[in-house]
Nanobody, 120 residues
């Protein structure tokens, strides 16, 4: 059984910052890509940011939605099986439930979601 526990969501004013964390535990052999998605009311879930494992070079590649480039930063701590999302210069349109996702072997796991609300 694999569990993803998210934390760090909350209410923040526009222009503020939040940092999300997602820790994976349980029967995990190895984690490949990790990512953050979000879903706003009435909208489809969308990719916010993703990060690869880095492999033998230990160089992890990142990918961001255009709407968050330059404001959000994804990172990971492989020793802790944890992925982070630093969110700066938050806008009201960033309001959504944020979900972390990990790929481990052939399977994909999702967190329970954490609410981020940005007030204007």
């Amino acid at each position: 059984q694999v569990q993803l526990v998210e934390s760090g969501g909350g209410l923040v004013q526009a222009g503020g910052s939040l940092k999300l964390s997602c820790a994976a535990s349980g029967s995990i052999s190895s984690i490949n890509a990790m990512g953050w998605y979000r879903q706003a009311p009435g909208k489809q879930r969308e990719l916010v940011a993703a990060i690869t494992s880095g492999g033998r070079t230990n160089y992890a590649r990142t990918n961001y939605a255009d709407s968050v480039k330059g404001r959000f930063t994804i990172s990971r701590d492989n020793a802790k099986n944890t992925v982070y999302l630093q969110m700066n210069s938050l806008k009201s349109e960033d309001t959504a439930v944020y979900y972390c996702q990990i790929d481990s072997g052939p399977r994909t796991y999702w967190g329970q979601g954490t609410q981020v609300t940005v007030s204007s």
